[in-house]
């Protein structure tokens, strides 16, 4: 065994003075065959699978399709270590392993059996373990005897030791039990898919019995992944049990056909799709605690919406949370209004696909006498009208002034022709009206001008009624279902079948004809609205759901606030000077009710428009904000020191990962300072602007394909008074000599790593077609002086930024004067965020030339006293943003708090380390063809254009460097680290880092909270802190399974005090 040893050091974690509790689990794997759908229906709509094409393409059997049983390996409970007797598990739970629990100071042993066929492990996030508990295989320099854990044979057993200790339990600010997961991590991403996985709930002291939180009446744990089956170690064998054809034996099945593969996609909850997830059910007043966990892939952005219900969520109210791939959320809720309620992904794909179920809300008590809310009734009068929409009024793309048909990035969408459409497209919007006679439609004021394509603000303060009398003047089926409010279950806008005795199906809510008039009713009910550290309205929207895909992708969707008592006057927010509203989506046109109808208005031959073609679906993907792209969304006005709201919301669906920029002034979000918020489909934020930097800017979608496809807006800030505020006097200068070069940079110089995990690798090798692992790139490097002769060398502890610039270190109050030689071969600026620069235009840099650029770092750029010390934000080239930025050229800018020992050079007191996730896309730098032509000696025709060849070319890099690659992350136990996260590129960068050995700390809202996996997207910066405690050498990865393998991993070493730490492979 060799674990008793080893569990010495983790057993110290029990010394503190309090009682300390072993929880023994015996856990065995298993082989199973798994129904995703044992109900054989589609349970949300009452039809059988074989009766609803959706669920049909998924869960059908046939001689090319699997149906909806798989072979999968799971973690089963018994009672004792004979392994004879199972403990039943609840269930909901479905094919996820048991619930295990601890509280702080407790040690969990894991006797794990493997029953199955193929050799499994298990690891823990959120717990700490020492090397011989740590269930991974990796290369960590661990001796033979430390890996038994690594790797559990079939008939094998393994004892793993792990401890809550006080750096993994939740902190003061968090709930009391938190979410983490444990799964197989000998082949991670296919572990995973094969079904290894289950839920670990982490406690603080004294909060845990056996039911979890003392503090719930019930918690549920609920996984959404889309489960790849195609990555199961069981594919072979479940095409060969499944996939027969009486007639013909010898049906070949293609595994690389992409409708077979997209089959095996189980869009599911806990292994369930279509309603088909048993068993959640609770009592009116209830205190229900969900742990809510994410797994997979780049597909697995979920937003998960909990209808008719007011959740709290890192101690803010909302009723639908985001999760990612091996990222885990808390919210609790006091359940509401007795019905069936729909509990579903709002990500399009993902709702078509099955990605839902029911939880029922049951009166087990006498009824309660509930007091009707004390508030207002504000009464809105919306229907929902066709109108003929353009994307473009202007017809000019504003960023290059050019006319949006003959411009390259623009034309893509706004070209008519024979089989294309065009900027113009017939929709559906919400209009309001002054009364329900729906003869006068109110005028939009020019504050109203910029909601385009959305339909009227609705605004209500909490316990307020809202009714909404809505008619339905369009041709089809329309309703409204909202976002962040209560209601009974009769006036649910969304379309599902229930079925509890007394609704009628369809309820008039949930499908309004057309020409006919339904009457909503919605409360905001009282501690369901915004808590202390919001601002003073939460934005939520409204929105059909007749068919919600397809109603929201035609155009119906409209703002509703949520509003502290008392903020609203004769219906407006009275405590800011202006508010505005920006819904980020890339409207999909080819989902619209109304494609047919603008493929025949629209194109010059629209018999021969081939509605499967990509290109033609592609230029029907309107990437824009409000419904306007290139700068077209018009009325975004303000007064330089004006009081501004701006209500942030995402649509859409997979590809909607969404970074919004605010070039030029900076934004408050629960009391942090950024210039970036990240939007998802259905999730949504309110930031607070007091501009003090005056023009025009704009507001970009940060990821490439959104930015190029047009998601930009301008925002313009005068000077409305003659009072000047005074400004901050700039007292202390810096100077970086830093300029731009041309390198070949190595992604993956060493190939142990890889070649140990993954023997040989399509990022990697040549093999005459592809480039390999050395491009050419340009980088910014920086030099002793302006005369740059001499290069800077890089000391010890910034060896990690790899291909990233030098770290630019700025305090509030300094003013950084960057001397930029332009060394290179094109021409390139540096610009950096957050920063404040004497005019808004970034001056370029020719070849050759040198120019200084001049920064500003007032209080409004640092970090506010709720944050850490020191924020991180980037600097880059902005002459082309996209092909720059993958050409090379970014670097980490730090800003901190005015600190005196750092700034006389006392003392160190953190160590600090920039990490860039990104998938640096060769396809898309500016040296691809010197590439090409330097690595590739006879490159076939069109080889820009080979899928294998542009895939070879994404390099998943941290901070530039592959499969372990990646040096310099050294530190000594006891150190404070400050870890600065960065996430840029485009709608494949989704990434979520973890670390192994250590759990960090990110602070939100006032308050501090723990995990050990934190997600990127483009324009994500964040500082984690980290008190390093555990030696070793602990994996640090992206936990995206495809980045995972295609290398976005390495180590960081922890060592004792003094003791020098190798940093060779």
């Not at 600010?173 to 289950?198: E, F, K, M, W």
């Not at 068919?547 to 929201?552: I, W």
Request: with cysteine; glycine share 8%; hydrophobic share 35%.
């Amino acid at each position: 065994m060799g674990s008793s040893t080893a569990s010495l050091f983790l057993l110290l974690g029990c010394f503190i003075p309090v009682f300390c509790i072993t929880r023994e689990y015996f856990i065995g794997i298993r082989e199973i065959q798994w129904d995703y759908a044992p109900t054989g229906k589609n349970v949300i709509l009452n039809k059988l699978l074989k009766e609803d094409e959706h669920a049909a393409t998924f869960l059908e059997r046939g001689p090319q399709r699997i149906g909806s049983v798989y072979k999968k390996a799971v973690y089963l409970q018994y009672t004792d270590a004979t392994y004879t007797k199972e403990i039943t598990k609840p269930k909901w739970l479905g094919f996820l392993g048991p619930v295990m629990s601890a509280e702080e100071g407790d040690v969990i042993k894991v006797h794990l059996k493997n029953m199955a066929t193929r050799a499994y492990s298990i690891h823990s996030h959120g717990i700490m373990y020492n090397k011989t508990s740590e269930g991974a295989l990796y290369p960590d320099e661990t001796t033979d005897a430390e890996k038994h854990d690594d790797r559990v044979d079939p008939g094998k057993s393994y004892t793993y030791v792990w401890v809550l200790s006080d750096t993994h339990a939740p902190t003061k600010d968090d709930t009391n039990c938190l979410a983490r997961a444990y799964h197989s991590h000998l082949h991670a991403p296919q572990d995973i898919a094969s079904g290894l996985v289950g839920p670990l709930i982490i406690c603080k002291k004294g909060t845990l019995d056996v039911y979890g939180d003392k503090a719930a009446d019930y918690s549920y744990v609920l996984m959404f992944t889309v489960s790849d089956e195609n990555m199961s170690w069981y594919l072979d064998d479940n095409i060969k049990t499944y996939c027969t054809h009486p007639q013909q034996p010898t049906t070949k099945v293609d595994k690389d056909d992409e409708a077979f593969q997209e089959s095996n996609l189980m869009h599911s909850i806990n292994g369930f799709v279509y309603g088909n997830l048993p068993d959640l059910s609770m009592c009116v007043g209830n205190k229900i605690h969900w742990h809510l966990i994410g797994m997979g892939n780049e597909v697995d952005i979920h937003s998960v919406f909990f209808h008719g219900q007011i959740l709290t969520n890192l101690g803010h109210h909302t009723d639908a949370v985001s999760l990612f791939p091996a990222t885990f959320t808390n919210v609790e809720m006091t359940a509401d209004n007795p019905g069936h309620w729909l509990l579903s992904c709002q990500v399009n794909d993902h709702l078509m696909a099955g990605m839902q179920a029911l939880f029922e809300v049951k009166k087990c008590f006498p009824a309660v006498h509930k007091p009707r809310p004390n508030g207002e009734v504000r009464e809105y009068f919306i229907a929902a009208e066709e109108v003929l929409w353009d994307y473009a009024p202007s017809q000019v793309n504003h960023g290059t002034g050019k006319p949006l048909n003959t411009d390259g990035d623009s034309e893509t969408f706004f070209q008519r022709g024979n089989d294309r459409i065009g900027g113009k497209y017939k929709k559906v919007q919400y209009k309001e009206y002054t009364d329900n006679t729906f003869t006068v439609q109110k005028e939009r004021t020019p504050e109203e001008l910029h909601l385009g394509i959305l339909g009227p603000v609705i605004r209500a303060e909490e316990e307020d009624t809202i009714k909404v009398v809505f008619k339905n003047k369009a041709s089809r089926p329309f309703s409204m279902q909202p976002h962040g409010v209560q209601y009974n279950v009769e006036q649910s806008g969304t379309l599902y079948y229930n079925e509890l005795e007394g609704t009628v199906t369809p309820p008039p809510a949930a499908l309004v004809k057309p020409g006919t008039t339904h009457t909503y009713e919605w409360v905001v009910p009282k501690g369901g609205g915004p808590v202390a550290d919001d601002a003073d309205c939460i934005t939520y929207f409204y929105y059909s759901a007749v068919d919600p895909v397809k109603d929201t992708s035609s155009g119906l969707v409209g703002p509703l606030l949520v509003c502290k008592k008392k903020t609203l006057k004769k219906g407006k927010q009275k405590n800011v000077n202006k508010e505005f509203h920006m819904l980020a989506t890339v409207f999909d046109e080819n989902l619209s009710w109304f494609l047919d109808d603008n493929i025949n208005q629209f194109t010059k031959a629209p018999k021969t428009v081939n509605k499967e073609d990509e290109d033609f679906q592609e230029s029907n993907k309107m990437h824009s904000i409000n419904g306007y792209m290139y700068g077209n969304l018009p009325g975004l006005t303000m007064c330089k020191g004006d009081k501004v709201s701006w209500h942030l919301s995402g649509l859409g669906s997979e590809a909607d990962i969404h970074g919004l920029y605010f070039e030029g002034n900076r934004l408050i979000y629960r009391e942090t300072r950024r210039d970036v918020m990240n939007v998802f489909p259905h999730i949504s934020h309110t930031v607070m602007m007091e501009p003090d930097s005056m023009g025009q800017f704009e507001v970009v979608c940060q990821t490439t394909d959104h930015y190029q496809g047009g998601m930009r807006a301008n925002y313009t800030v005068q000077k409305c008074s003659m009072f000047n505020r005074q400004s901050e006097i700039m007292l202390h200068s810096k100077t970086y000599y830093i300029a731009a070069m041309e390198i070949d940079w190595d992604y993956s110089p060493n190939r142990t790593w890889e070649q140990e995990m993954y023997h040989g690798n399509d990022f990697i090798d040549k093999q005459g077609k592809f480039i390999g692992s050395i491009y050419k790139k340009v980088v910014y490097r920086e030099f002793t002086n302006n005369k740059f002769t001499k290069q800077k060398e890089r000391s010890a502890d910034m060896q990690h930024l790899g291909i990233l610039g030098p770290m630019i270190h700025a305090d509030i109050g300094d003013k950084v004067n960057i001397v930029f030689k332009n060394m290179a071969t094109r021409t390139y600026s540096i610009h950096a965020h957050g920063v404040k620069t004497d005019v808004p235009q970034v001056k370029e840099t020719k070849p050759g030339e040198t120019q200084t650029y001049t920064w500003y770092v007032p209080k409004t750029a640092g970090p506010t006293d709720k944050q850490e010390t020191c924020s991180v934000g980037a600097y880059y080239s902005t002459v082309d943003v996209n092909k720059d930025l993958y050409s090379g050229l970014i670097g980490p800018l730090v800003i901190c708090r005015r600190s005196y020992a750092r700034s006389f050079g006392l003392k160190k007191e953190v160590e600090e380390f920039a990490l860039l996730f990104m998938v640096f896309d060769e396809n898309e730098s500016w040296y691809l063809d010197d590439n090409i032509k330097t690595n590739i000696k006879t490159p076939t025709r069109n080889i820009k254009e080979d899928e294998d060849f542009i895939e070879s070319n994404k390099m998943h890099g941290i901070n530039g460097q592959l499969y372990g690659n990646l040096l310099g992350l050294n530190m000594e136990v006891g150190d404070k680290v400050y870890w600065y996260l960065m996430g840029m590129g485009n709608e494949i960068d989704i990434h979520t880092a973890h670390f192994h050995g250590h759990s960090f700390d990110y602070k939100l809202s006032g308050g501090s909270h723990r995990a050990d996996v934190f997600g990127l997207f483009p324009g994500t910066f964040q500082t984690v802190k980290m008190k390093p405690k555990y030696p070793g050498s602990w994996l640090l990865h992206c936990h995206v399974a495809d980045h995972i393998k295609a290398g976005m991993v390495t180590v960081y070493k922890v060592t004792e005090k003094g003791k020098e730490c190798h940093s060779d492979h």
